[in-house]
């Protein structure tokens, strides 16, 4: 029966590999979620689908980054885009017919994770790939500020704001820890 490989060192091409991977899956599925929002926002006539469409249009261009990167660097996309493509859209749908806090609800908990994601990324790539690294700083900053409108416009006045917030973040860390390998 054959040994399964170590894991690679932190920093290594196989790690560099994986966070492209999820990252790209990442900014795939946070397209996905504003456009489950717009949909149902945009049909409201809220007043919040301004904010929300400069925050899809900034993960827009986060994709198409990682989009670039994906195909510079041959790297794997995740088989797990079709999965993706219908649940981000269905959480942006569900979150945003709950209402415009629950929408920012769920932008809230999904940047408070990426944030924290790419955290850890920047931590790791330490001086590995400067060029990644400038990126996810770069792309680490919007989703902070993404998270802070969120909170601004209410998010924590959702109805279950709490079980809400933990529940999405929770299937966010599981999409994150899949993405990095499937």
Not at 129 to 140: N, Y
Request: proline letters at 4%; charged letters at 30%.
């Amino acid at each position: 029966m054959p040994r399964k490989p170590k894991p690679a060192a932190p920093g290594s091409p196989v790690d560099i590999e994986a966070m492209i991977r999820v990252d790209h899956a990442g900014e795939y599925g946070a397209v996905r979620i504003y456009e489950g929002q717009l949909a149902v926002l945009k049909r409201r006539k809220s007043a919040s689908v301004e904010t929300i469409q400069h925050m899809a249009d900034q993960e827009q261009r986060h994709l198409k980054t990682f989009d670039k990167l994906v195909n510079e660097r041959r790297v794997r996309p995740t088989a797990l885009e079709p999965v993706w493509r219908v649940a981000g859209f269905a959480l942006g749908a569900v979150t945003a017919a709950m209402g415009e806090k629950a929408a920012f609800a769920c932008t809230a908990a999904v940047e408070e994770v990426i944030d924290e994601h790419y955290a850890s990324q920047v931590a790791a790539l330490k001086d590995k790939d400067e060029s990644l690294k400038a990126t996810v700083e770069d792309f680490r900053a919007d989703e902070a500020a993404h998270r802070d409108e969120a909170l601004k416009q209410g998010a924590e006045q959702a109805p279950g704001y709490k079980l809400l917030s933990e529940t999405i973040k929770a299937g966010c860390r599981i999409a994150i820890k899949l993405s990095e390998r499937i």
